[in-house]
């Protein structure tokens, strides 16, 4: 065998070498592409909605949330984050002129979440609850307002299998509406 005869032979070993590498990186890619999408983020998407848009003094503030679960597997929401079962700490994002409106509900310390405090929802799930921003937000001053709900948590969802804890947000488009100034709610 020649020279000559031995670099072909050599340039088309390293040749299929480098085929085995490439291919082997891009089925690695595809393998840890296909975890992920198995094991997507979990989210879920939050719609406010009001019966009007201007409340009078003696009208309670009433929110319609619905909070849903877009994907195609079940999710679990750390209901302490969602209205469900009252307000124990501001969901919302209230604004008047830009400024915040501050909260005035009870605020709740809690332990760390257990199985039970967390709530399904099943794939294109949702679930509605009604809340008085009145009797958690001051609303003192006659005005154009705006309301976003938005939450985070390092505990906001959970994967049940494993019993993963995931950080996640939950977030509204804002709605705006007007709000005759009213008293605070005695505490």
Known sequence: MNGKDQNMKRMALIGAAVLVIVAAAFAFRNFSTLGASARAPMSATVS?????????GSDDVLVHVTITNPNNYPIRILKW???????????????????SVPYIGR???????????????????SV???????????????????????????QLYVEKEIG?????RLSSAPIKMFI?????PAR
């Open 180 to 184: 005759t100034g009213r008293e605070a």
């Open 164 to 168: 993963e804890l995931n950080n996640g």
């Open 107 to 125: 605020m709740i310390k809690r332990a760390e979440p257990t199985e039970a405090d967390y709530i399904t929802l099943e794939a294109g799930g």
């Open 48 to 56: 406010l909605s009001v019966d009007k848009e201007s409340f009078d």
């Open 81 to 99: 984050f969602t209205p469900l079962n009252g307000i124990e700490r501001s969901l919302f994002t209230v604004t008047r002129n830009g400024e």
């Open 128 to 154: 509605t609850a009604d809340v008085n921003l009145s009797e958690y937000y001051e609303l003192s001053s006659s005005d154009d307002y705006e309301v976003i709900y938005d939450v985070t948590s390092l």
